[in-house]
């Protein structure tokens, strides 16, 4: 069983750990705590984490490097999910789009189980998002099943079912989302059990909702509207509902108990928008922490009654971190801000007109990736004096640290620039921008820096420590406990999960997680003898 936490810094457990008495601290006492894990790569965003989590590889290999880039061929933005030959079934209203994995260019772990274990390996996916369901499943699921915000209906894809799944569909229809219509989100514990204020520096509510507690979930009109929906993604109710399908999927297709090895993956999704919105000190934070303490908790204990405690594996994650809200960090006096990609491109666009002449020069800036439209890097790239002169004009813009060529990315894996390695290991060739930028510490990439969206305090997507260090704990059979100070990676959840299926994963960048492994006897043996030759060789 995979459990993302969208959003989830590292350092949540060390700050919150303490308000959490259920499932979070189950993980943190009783599993292999990895307190140094983080991704190794720039773009630290949620399809790529996902991706990253449920394959075993780094965007660089499984090429979702953002959660939507600038196609050059169709000249149009796609979204990592988004398929022209998919179509969305819906559970409820009717939904728009198809969406598969068909851009994930390695299979993943659920996708080696299938194909490698002879026996029947069920694949049930859920999430609040659909690039979390889709990603965490791979090329086929018995149910993948996401959240349309824009119909309020419970969808999956025909890429993984002709026909609505009917457990899922029961489900859906014995608990609406409706039924949290009218409910009030406050605080769990007393309020002086939360650190920092409620109503803290540079806030941003969504839309609806304001800076302190309660939050009423309710919409625009006296029935369920766009605006609830919406804002039930964003309340600790739409993790609470996931939990409970997925200990439904368990009972209904008896998920442990078959032939094969199954998989069960999950996203809670709705830390992210809460920490977008309200930031990473907030009660906001703090009390979706400690419901989705309990939520894990209860389906922790259904799978210990229905499975057996002895007879499954846990690995927790979360797909990125999120960055400090600048307004906070200034009143520190530390240097901090609002990068806007507009001037960017306005910039770009006024430092090319005197070289190509007037006209629109840039396709598009997708956050760090700057786009040219057909044929203008070609020429940048043969007169050095222009390149220049656009790179110049890119670091012009406040918080904007260093720009890469893509053409210097491309086989800067190895780089002794760290920054510039950690770009490279988000870099996918075609995919990725011609020109990438790196914002400087504690800075963040807007469109516009002087229109601060409602629900848009702060944001993630870097190579700082902030957005890199995530929890990865794994729990349960084959799992030694206890806190590792090791270096490791989300992508190292796969490679560890599939050694224990006895499953070889065709293409990993992550390592097996040794020495969290409880190994046999002999083996435990025969590897203490070997190191101990090998320090007298
Ligand atoms: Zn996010």
Redesign the pocket.
């Known amino acids: 069983m995979l459990l993302v936490v ?2 989830m810094r590292g350092d949540y457990i060390e700050r919150y750990g303490h308000q959490w008495t259920k499932g979070l601290r189950r993980l943190v006492k009783q599993g292999a705590w990895y307190r140094q894990a983080a991704y190794t790569y720039m773009n630290t ?2 399809c790529a984490g996902h991706s990253t989590i449920s394959t075993g590889s780094i965007p660089a290999t499984h090429g979702i490097i953002l959660n939507a880039w600038w196609d050059r061929e169709t000249g149009k933005q796609v979204s990592c999910t988004e398929d022209p030959k998919a179509q969305t079934i819906s559970y409820g209203a009717p939904a728009k789009g198809g969406h598969s994995a068909f851009r994930l260019e390695v299979p993943t772990l659920a996708d080696e189980l299938r194909a490698q274990l002879s026996g029947k390996t069920r694949v049930v996916t859920m999430a609040t998002k659909a690039r979390a369901a889709i990603m965490l499943a791979g090329r086929r699921a018995d149910a993948a099943t996401w959240f349309d915000s824009g119909s309020g209906a419970w969808v999956t894809t025909s890429a993984f079912a002709a026909a609505p799944v009917p457990f899922i569909e029961n489900f859906v229809k014995s608990h609406p989302v409706e039924r949290d219509f009218g409910k009030t989100w406050t605080r769990v514990l007393p309020e002086t059990a939360y650190l920092f204020e409620d109503a803290g520096t540079g806030e941003r509510p969504p839309a609806g909702w304001s800076e302190t507690f309660p939050h009423f979930l309710g919409g625009q009109s006296e029935k369920p509207d766009a605006q609830f929906y919406r804002l039930w993604g964003v309340s600790p109710f739409a993790d609470d509902y996931v939990g409970e399908m997925a200990a439904a999927a368990v009972d209904a297709l008896e998920l442990g108990k078959g032939r094969g090895t199954d998989y069960l993956a999950m996203s809670f999704d709705a830390l ?2 809460v ?2 919105a309200y930031g990473p000190q907030s009660h906001e934070v703090q009390d979706t922490l400690v419901r989705l303490d309990a939520t894990i908790g209860k389906l922790l204990a259904h799978l210990d009654s229905a499975v057996g405690a002895k007879n499954y594996v846990v690995a927790f994650s979360a ?2 971190g ?1 960055a400090p809200i600048p307004e906070r960090m200034m009143r520190e006096g530390i240097e901090t801000g609002r990068t806007s990609t507009s001037e960017i491109v306005a910039r770009v666009e006024k430092a090319l007109e005197p070289l190509l002449g007037a006209g629109k020069h840039v396709a598009r800036m997708n956050y760090t990736d700057l786009y040219f439209m057909p044929g203008v890097y070609a020429k940048l790239q043969a007169d050095a004096t222009a390149m220049a002169a656009v790179r110049g004009a890119i670091s012009e813009v406040p918080g904007v640290w260093r720009t890469y060529r893509s053409d210097e990315l491309h086989s800067a894996k190895g780089a002794s620039d760290l920054l510039m390695k950690a770009a490279a290991l988000s870099y996918y060739a075609g995919r990725s921008g011609d020109i990438v930028v790196v914002p400087r510490p504690n800075w963040i990439l807007v469109s516009d820096a002087k229109t601060i969206p409602a629900g848009s305090a702060t ?3 870097t190579s700082n420590g902030y957005d890199q260090h995530v929890p990865v704990i794994l729990m349960g059979q084959g799992i030694k406990r206890g806190e590792y100070i090791d270096a490791a990676s989300p992508a190292d959840i796969a490679p560890t999960l599939a050694y224990l299926c006895g499953i070889t994963l065709a293409r990993a960048d992550g390592r097996v997680l040794t020495e969290a492994l409880q190994l046999p006897p002999a083996v435990q043996e025969n590897s203490a003898k070997s190191s101990e030759s090998a320090k007298k060789r």
Do not use: L, N
């Open positions: 969208d959003q965003i949620t992210d928008s920490g977008h797909d990125h999120v944001t993630h997507g």
